[in-house]
């Protein structure tokens, strides 16, 4: 009988012991899922960092991109304001290049008319100088038709 009871004694240890060893087993596999949970929650935030640099350097190169297009537009900009300067002083210039034609014009024409009066002072001159002349022609011929008469 007492070795019955000790038997069943052993058998009641082994099936602690192999409850015992399954507890520890499943605690060990409760470990290791957390492990590979954690591992894989890490994985997951490293891909989440990973996307947010990614999405952080398409809005770095497309702010630079707009930069690029601002600073073009700008320059084109200038470009048009230059070209606009340069046809408001070509037209500048070309309407100071028709005044100064008319005033040469009118200058021309002034000169025009100073020789007219010069030539008219000239004939003048030589009509008095003529008359001048014939004055003591006409006194002489006076003189001669007189003596004639008498």
Not at 66 to 78: A, D, I, Q, R
Not at 99 to 119: E, V
């Given at each position: 009988?007492?070795l019955?009871?000790?038997l069943?004694?052993?058998?009641?240890l082994?099936?602690?012991?192999?409850?015992?060893?399954?507890?520890?087993?499943?605690?060990l596999?409760l470990?290791l899922?957390?492990?590979?949970?954690?591992?894989?929650?890490l994985?997951?935030?490293?891909?989440?960092?990973?996307?947010?640099?990614?999405?952080?350097?398409?809005?770095?190169l497309?702010?630079l991109?707009?930069l690029?297009?601002?600073?073009l537009?700008?320059?084109?900009?200038?470009?048009?304001?230059?070209l606009l300067?340069?046809?408001?002083?070509l037209?500048?210039?070309?309407?100071?290049?028709?005044l100064?034609?008319l005033?040469?014009?009118?200058l021309?024409?002034?000169?025009?008319?100073?020789?007219?009066?010069l030539?008219?002072?000239?004939?003048?001159?030589?009509?008095?100088?003529?008359?001048?002349l014939?004055?003591?022609l006409?006194?002489?011929?006076l003189?001669?038709i007189?003596?004639?008469?008498?």
């Amino acid at each position: 009988m007492l070795l019955l009871l000790l038997l069943l004694l052993l058998l009641l240890l082994l099936l602690l012991l192999l409850l015992l060893l399954l507890l520890l087993l499943l605690l060990l596999l409760l470990l290791l899922l957390q492990l590979l949970l954690l591992l894989l929650l890490l994985l997951l935030l490293l891909l989440l960092l990973l996307l947010l640099l990614l999405l952080l350097l398409l809005l770095l190169l497309l702010l630079l991109l707009l930069l690029l297009l601002l600073l073009l537009l700008l320059l084109l900009l200038l470009l048009l304001l230059l070209l606009l300067l340069l046809l408001l002083l070509l037209l500048l210039l070309l309407r100071l290049l028709r005044l100064l034609l008319l005033l040469l014009l009118l200058l021309l024409l002034l000169l025009l008319l100073l020789l007219r009066l010069l030539l008219l002072l000239l004939l003048l001159l030589l009509l008095l100088l003529l008359l001048l002349l014939l004055i003591p022609l006409l006194l002489l011929l006076l003189l001669v038709i007189i003596l004639v008469v008498v």
